[in-house]
């Protein structure tokens, strides 16, 4: 069995972009080179891209990488928020509401994978969730002197960008657990 062909691709790259947190985290953290981890971070952000695009396009959708993607955006944005709120960078607060929002997105998921019953995978409003975290704390990281006013409203329109996804994951969730369930019905009448 060939554990390399080119439909993996999307999947090896989630797994490099999980192998790129604890080098963001140490470079954020312990070396103090945020500069660094920001490109880092950035690097993340592109394989995100790129393993999407992979995916889609030549049709290398697979159940792994439905999980592993997430799992490994998850990783990514937990672990920037814990680095950006200890460096003070954002306050506890807002760090506090995305890594609520990002555990409870994934007690959903494991739920609906331990049930079997739909997979959760990734829609537009979770990527344009991610891709407007990786622009505002990116922005937080090299402009730390931004204006509070501005600061606040960036950290606002976050909390709205993935507070809408959080309801849109939970709508869909749902039904598509009636959806399943109405089919499932149809079969046992049948």
């Known amino acids: 069995m060939t554990v390399f062909k080119?439909?993996?691709i999307p999947n090896f790259l989630s797994v490099f972009r999980i192998m790129l947190v604890?080098?963001?985290?140490?470079l954020f953290m312990f070396a103090k080179l945020q500069g660094t981890a920001i490109l880092v971070f950035l690097l993340a952000g592109a394989t995100d891209v790129v393993?999407?695009?992979?995916?889609r396009k030549?049709?290398?959708?697979?159940n792994v990488g439905k999980i592993l993607d997430p799992f490994a955006d998850k990783c990514m944005q937990i672990a920037?928020?814990?680095?950006?709120?200890?460096s003070k960078l954002i306050p506890a607060w807002l760090a506090t509401v995305l890594c609520l929002k990002e555990f409870l997105l994934l007690v959903g998921a494991t739920t609906a994978l331990k049930s079997r019953k739909v997979y959760v995978q990734s829609d537009w409003y979770g990527k344009a969730g991610t891709v407007a975290f990786y622009i505002i704390a990116t922005l937080f990281v090299l402009a730390p002197d931004i204006p509070d006013t501005v600061k606040l409203i960036l950290?606002?329109?976050?909390?709205?960008?993935?507070?809408?996804a959080l309801v849109m994951y939970s709508i869909n969730y749902k039904k598509?657990?009636?959806?399943?369930?109405?089919?499932?019905?149809?079969?046992?009448?049948?």
Do not use: H, R
């Not at 393993?51 to 995916?55: E, V």
């Not at 030549?58 to 697979?62: D, M, P």
């Not at 920037?80 to 200890?86: P, Q």
């Open 6 to 8: 080119k439909s993996n």
């Open 176 to 190: 598509n657990i009636i959806t399943k369930k109405k089919v499932s019905q149809m079969q046992e009448n049948n």
């Open 51 to 55: 393993d999407g695009i992979l995916a």
């Open 58 to 62: 030549n049709n290398w959708i697979s």
């Open 22 to 26: 604890p080098v963001f985290v140490y």
């Open 80 to 86: 920037a928020l814990v680095c950006l709120m200890l």
């Open 155 to 164: 950290e606002v329109l976050l909390i709205a960008f993935m507070l809408f």
